[in-house]
T-cell receptor, first 110, second 112 residues
Framework: GENVEQHPSTLSVQEGDSAVIKCTYSDSASNYFPWYKQELGKGPQLIID?????GEKKDQRIAVTLNKTAKHFSLHITETQPEDSAVYFC?????????FGKGTMLLVSP | DTAVSQTPKYLVTQMGNDKSIKCEQN?????MYWYKQDSKKFLKIMFS???????INETVPNRFSPKSPDKAHLNLHINSLELGDSAVYFC???????????FGQGTRLTVV
C-alpha cells in the first residue's frame, strides 16, 4: 500500500515568517495530492490540492509544489498569521481513498 | 447548512457495550468514508463506500460494521467496545473516488 512520510512533526514560526511542510510518498501511480488543515475540535478541512499533471499551484498565501520524479510535494505558507496555527496533513490518492501523513503541528507566535 | 454531519459529537460508554455513530451528507456525493484518528492525530481509513457499495475495508475488526441505507448516509455500528476503540471517528464524503474529501466534525468516543 501507499506510504506517506510527513516532516516536520512540529513547526514553530514567528508571525510574518514562512512555513514549509514536506511529504514523500511511495506509489508512483498516485496522482492526487491534497493538503488539509485541522483546527482543535474540528474535522480536517481542505486548503489546497494538486494533481500530477501540475507542478505548482498557488492560492493567496498558500502554495503547493509537486516533484513527481522524486515523489515528494510541499506546502508553503507565506506571511504566517496566528490563525494559521493548526495541524496540517498531507494526503495522497491513486485510485480510491486518501492515505494521510502523520500531521504537522504549526504554531505561529505573535 | 452542514455538509457532512455526524452524531453524536461525544460518546462515553462502558467496555462491552454496543454503540452506533450516524453520518449524513447533503452534497450529493457518491462516495463516503469512515476514518479513525488516534491520540497521536494519525488519520487512518476504515471503510469506503461508493454508491452504497463497500469498496474498501482496511483490516478493521469485524466488531465494526458499516451500513449505508442510501447514498447520503453511512452509519458505523460497533459491537463489544474495547478500551482501544477510544478515538475520534470522522465521516467524510467525496464526489467520486480519488477526489477531495469533505469531513464531518468528528465523534469523540471514549470507552471506560
Amino acid at each position: 500500500g501507499e506510504n506517506v512520510e510527513q516532516h516536520p512533526s512540529t513547526l514553530s514560526v514567528q508571525e510574518g515568517d514562512s512555513a514549509v511542510i514536506k511529504c514523500t510518498y511511495s506509489d508512483s501511480a498516485s496522482n492526487y495530492f491534497p493538503w488539509y488543515k485541522q483546527e482543535l475540535g474540528k474535522g480536517p478541512q481542505l486548503i489546497i490540492d494538486i494533481r500530477s499533471n501540475v507542478g505548482e499551484k498557488k492560492d493567496q498565501r498558500i502554495a503547493v509544489t509537486l516533484n513527481k520524479t522524486a515523489k515528494h510535494f510541499s506546502l508553503h505558507i507565506t506571511e504566517t498569521q496566528p490563525e494559521d496555527s493548526a495541524v496540517y496533513f498531507c494526503a495522497v490518492s491513486g485510485y480510491s481513498t486518501l492515505t494521510f501523513g502523520k500531521g504537522t503541528m504549526l504554531l505561529v507566535s505573535p | 447548512d452542514t455538509a457532512v454531519s455526524q452524531t453524536p459529537k461525544y460518546l462515553v460508554t462502558q467496555m462491552g457495550n454496543d454503540k452506533s455513530i450516524k453520518c449524513e451528507q447533503n452534497l450529493g456525493h457518491d462516495t463516503m468514508y469512515w476514518y479513525k484518528q488516534d491520540s497521536k492525530k494519525f488519520l487512518k481509513i476504515m471503510f469506503s463506500y461508493n454508491n452504497k457499495e463497500l469498496i474498501i475495508n482496511e483490516t478493521v475488526p469485524n466488531r465494526f460494521s458499516p451500513k449505508s441505507p442510501d447514498k447520503a448516509h453511512l452509519n458505523l455500528h460497533i459491537n463489544s467496545l474495547e478500551l482501544g476503540d477510544s478515538a475520534v471517528y470522522f465521516c467524510a464524503s467525496s464526489p467520486h473516488q480519488n477526489t477531495e474529501a469533505f469531513f464531518g466534525q468528528g465523534t469523540r468516543l471514549t470507552v471506560v
